[in-house]
């Protein structure tokens, strides 16, 4: 299902999309297990992302609150966690998989987040060699008193969902985590689906567009 | 005090030097309470460097303990944590403070560690735009249960120190925070000192050289 206010992101796969100051969109897990890897670009300098280690540094916490906001590289606020109608876990610590941890887990050439990031900013005109830690809507990983991480495959069930605001006009790119080998997701990847009521969503907006 | 094995990294300042692969070297706090904001870029290729995000999913932990190492973006061992001559406490969560930071404190044009990197590579003949997630010896920055971060001034005392091997030959950037405003450093800021018995310290040597 795609239409002007929904964009399926299918199993193991990527979308990316334009967002517009005050424009909201819903990521939901229809099938329940999925995560997400979500990466956001400020649309007039593609230096300038999403970045987890600033985020941490203004809101002082492991991942904001609903009401909490996500920052850029540049401390500008870049998404606002509107609505967390999930288990309410989601990871700021990991980095998205690669070809190494593919690799690594006996499997190159393994679809990745990292590849479907560069391929969702290709389709919109960005070529990067940079892949930012991303914001892992429903993965679960909880550090421990003694700072050991526990990996937990995510706890949603169908339907689940989080909603984000963009505070800037961003470039969003999610990627359906194609991880099948340890556990992240649960059951195997499956879709996750975008949504927004307000405004149409510019799936691969080229950059260079100035109509966005 | 810098002759070949030592090297002064002045107060609020940065010095970049080279180590090769099995090469140690030594960060002390001479005076106590200050933090190191440490980067490391593999040699060869310069796209590829310590990656804090990375160095979480790898060893399932917060931060290292001694014995176990840091990870590049290409999930490449790149520093092992050999000695830990402190009270323990080292971040690996918080931004390097930068520009924007300092604009917020009402400071602009404040010396920061993201300038400091970038003016450390530039010595060594590398120009990036990019500032790595650092790893922040001395920083002490807690994650509670409910994920809130709580900050306390560096606890180290006068001649505390860690002791870092390579994994692969690379390029160590040590900017001595800046941070006088915000309480990250205790009693403002003082130098750290780099030490290496074993070999000479290539102090800002070329990354084009090929002697190195």
Redesign the interface.
């Known amino acids: 299902m795609t239409d002007a206010h929904t964009i399926t992101v299918p199993a193991s796969g990527v979308e990316a999309f334009r967002v517009n100051a005050g424009q909201t969109f819903r990521i939901t897990d229809p099938e329940g297990g999925q995560v997400g890897d979500l990466f956001a670009y400020a649309a007039g300098d593609l230096?300038e992302w999403l970045?987890?280690?600033?985020t941490?540094?203004v809101v002082?916490?492991?991942?904001p609150k609903p009401g909490e906001q996500f920052f850029t590289?540049?401390?500008?606020p870049v998404l606002t966690l509107r609505h967390d109608g999930s288990p309410g876990r989601h990871d700021m610590?990991?980095?998205a998989c690669?070809a190494?941890?593919y690799a690594?887990l006996g499997r190159p050439g393994h679809p990745s987040c990292a590849e479907n990031l560069l391929t969702g900013l290709a389709r919109c005109g960005i070529y990067s060699?940079?892949?930012p830690?991303p914001v892992n809507v429903f993965m679960d990983v909880q550090?421990g008193?003694d700072?050991?991480?526990t990996?937990t495959p995510a706890a949603t069930g169908p339907g689940d969902f989080v909603v984000f605001e963009a505070a800037i006009d961003c470039v969003v790119v999610l990627s359906a985590c194609p991880q099948d080998i340890a556990p992240v997701n649960r059951g195997g990847p499956t879709p996750l689906v975008v949504t927004s009521r307000d405004t149409a969503i510019r799936r691969n907006a080229p950059v260079f567009d100035r109509a966005c």
């Not at 970045?51 to 600033?54: K, T």
């Not at 590289?73 to 500008?76: G, K, L, V």
């Open positions: 230096t970045s987890a280690s600033h941490r540094a002082s916490r492991l991942f590289t540049r401390r500008r610590l990991i980095a690669d190494a941890r690594d060699h940079t892949v830690q550090p008193a700072g050991d991480l990996w």
